[in-house]
């Protein structure tokens, strides 16, 4: 069985009275590990499919159709508890915008902590922002989120996403608003923990090259699907 398993997945929207259809039965499977770029051009699904894998769609999202499993739990028929749990300890998730999937009124210490468990020490928290290339770990430990600069608060999204070893990390354009040198060393951040920890990888992304480089499969999403998926050079060279 794979590790996620999306399958004739349909997500409407409704917008200004009118239902815009983001995914069209699109379907992607990820085994334990895979490292997998999902492309496309802007409005194509990307970031519709990576939200729904987490079940957290917007509320304009009114209709879903098809399945989401995450290690063989049906993602959208999970009680609100265990879809907690599936996302605390199996799914990492990171976005585009760090600051937003952090949480501005506490400290960034605590925040690792609600991951982490209440008895993870001062030591053990600056061992996970230690991991993710943060200098000074227990300057940030004390720090709010307006106090980083975007490559920093990027890199404690990724500790927090990665804290309890998850399954599957899924990362949405997390590079996107960064500049070129500050985004390699996320990416390779992000990828060198991933492999460590065994977690497989969907990075939805734009950037085809970018994720050539990075993934060993790519899948191409296109009008709400996923039209091609194979090897990075073969989608690559395709014309
Ligand atoms: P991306 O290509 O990374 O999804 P967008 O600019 O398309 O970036 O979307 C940014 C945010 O706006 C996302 O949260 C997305 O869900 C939302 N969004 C995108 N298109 C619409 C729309 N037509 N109506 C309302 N919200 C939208
Ligand atoms: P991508 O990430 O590839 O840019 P999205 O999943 O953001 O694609 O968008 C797919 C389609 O759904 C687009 O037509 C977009 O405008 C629409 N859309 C995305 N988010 C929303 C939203 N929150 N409300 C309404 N429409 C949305």
Known sequence: EPLLDVRGLVVDYAANGRRVRALDEASLSVPAGGTVGVVGESGSGKSTLGAAVGRLLPPSAERVGGTVRVAGAPVFELAPATLRR??????????????????????????????????????????????????????????????????????????????????LLV?????????????????????????????????????LAAVARRCARVAVMYGGRVVEDGPAGQVLTRP
Do not use: N
């Not at 980083?148 to 999204?157: I, P, Y």
């Not at 590079?175 to 500050?182: E, G």
């Not at 390699?184 to 497989?200: H, I, P």
């Open 86 to 167: 599936m996302r605390r300890e199996r799914l990492g998730m990171v976005f585009q915008d760090p600051v937003a999937s952090l949480d501005p009124t506490k400290r960034i210490g605590a925040q690792l902590r609600l991951v982490l468990g209440r008895r993870a020490d001062k030591r053990v928290l600056a061992s996970h922002l230690e991991r993710v290339r943060l200098r000074d770990p227990r300057e940030v430990a004390r720090a709010y989120p307006h106090q980083l600069s975007g490559g920093m608060a990027q890199r404690v999204a990724i500790a927090m996403a990665m804290a309890a070893g998850p399954e």
């Open 171 to 207: 990362a949405d354009e997390p590079t996107a608003a960064l500049d070129a040198q500050v985004r390699e060393e996320v990416l390779d951040v992000v990828f060198s923990l991933a492999a460590d920890a065994g977690t497989a990888i969907v990075w939805l992304s734009h950037d």
